[in-house]
């Protein structure tokens, strides 16, 4: 199964837009309000394998200052750009603009693409498959795109469903720019950044576990000071 997927251009993203067809399908067909404590269970699994996946990922760092620095002065960087706030105004904009008139299919198309694409899963993902990795942070979230999809398309209609359009091009699009950077980036360099990912994978999942809000928007420059340490000093 792994030499298949491996052989297919950005199958992460592929199968992430697939996952997104299929549960904005079956939003479609319920059309019903989801059971509040079956929607918690599906989610906590998925946290906890989140935070699995991110101390797998943390693991591969050959060096502790590089990934503290990274993650520190990465996070500092973020904090001053405001990314985070940053990505949270473009969609308010976003939403004011289209969603006019009580439009809910453009409503749930612009909803949906903003949740999908604007999380730092969809970068990280999709960096690890360019690098030559088995996308396995892409169907995990694959995983939460489909249930999450499932949801909004129950209650906003097949809009969402047209969503998985910009996860192709924008998903598809990091994994396509980060194979073609590969053969400039040592192990090194790759170890590093992923070790990174995986601590900003960690705070992740605190917020789909519930336990505190991180705005890991704001760590992912750390991933680019992570490379430069790394091709430096390793």
Do not use: W
């Not at 050959?62 to 973020?78: H, M």
């Not at 980036?185 to 170890?191: D, E, G, H, M, T």
Request: glycine share 10%; charged share 10%; with cysteine.
């Amino acid at each position: 199964m792994e030499n298949f997927f491996s052989h297919l251009p950005a199958a992460g993203t592929l199968v992430n837009a697939l996952a997104v067809i299929a549960g904005s399908t079956a939003g479609l067909l319920i059309r019903s309000r989801l059971p509040e404590k079956l929607m918690r269970a599906i989610f906590q699994s998925l946290g906890l394998f989140t935070l699995f996946l991110g101390v797998h990922m943390a693991s591969q760092t050959g060096n502790f200052l590089v990934l503290i620095f990274s993650l520190v002065i990465g996070s500092l960087a973020g904090e001053m750009l405001d990314l985070d706030g940053l990505l949270q105004k473009m969609g308010e904009s976003l939403k004011r603009r289209f969603s006019k008139n009580n439009d809910h299919f453009v409503e749930g198309f612009i909803t949906a693409s903003l949740l999908f694409c604007s999380g730092s899963m969809a970068i990280l993902g999709a960096i690890e498959e360019g690098l030559g990795g088995f996308p396995n942070l892409l169907f995990a979230k694959s995983l939460l795109d489909g249930v999450s999809s499932l949801a909004l398309a129950a209650s906003l209609g097949s809009g969402v469903l047209f969503s998985a359009l910009p996860i192709l091009v924008y998903q598809g699009g990091i994994t396509l720019f980060a194979e073609a950077a590969q053969a400039h980036l040592s192990q090194a360099v790759i170890n590093e950044m992923s070790a990174v990912g995986g601590l900003i994978l960690l705070g992740l999942s605190l917020a789909i576990l519930d336990i505190k809000a991180i705005k890991v928007t704001n760590m992912l420059p750390g991933l680019l000071l992570a490379a430069v340490m790394a091709a430096f000093f390793l």
